[in-house]
């Protein structure tokens, strides 16, 4: 399969339990409480949140978990991340 798109398409996505992406109101890791959804695309999604400890709006990108097992996915995902901090 060369597309996450391709991979959405079969069965065999992921097995076990589910992993979704965080929802509005969910707090990450006890520091980050979710706030809104900025944009969302096929391979995941950036929410804003605000940090509970300094009291500061960020931005948070999330790997949707069905996009993990394409091949390349996570070293696009962190080019991009490293990319955007700059």
Known sequence: MDSFSELMETDDVLEGPALVLPQVG???DDKYAITG???EGGMG???EALH???NQLVALKFLH???AVVPGAMARFEREARASAQ
């Open 45 to 47: 999604a950036v929410y």
């Open 65 to 67: 978990p069905a996009a």
């Open 26 to 28: 969910e707090i990450i």
């Open 52 to 54: 509970l400890g300094l």
């Open 37 to 39: 959804v900025i944009g």
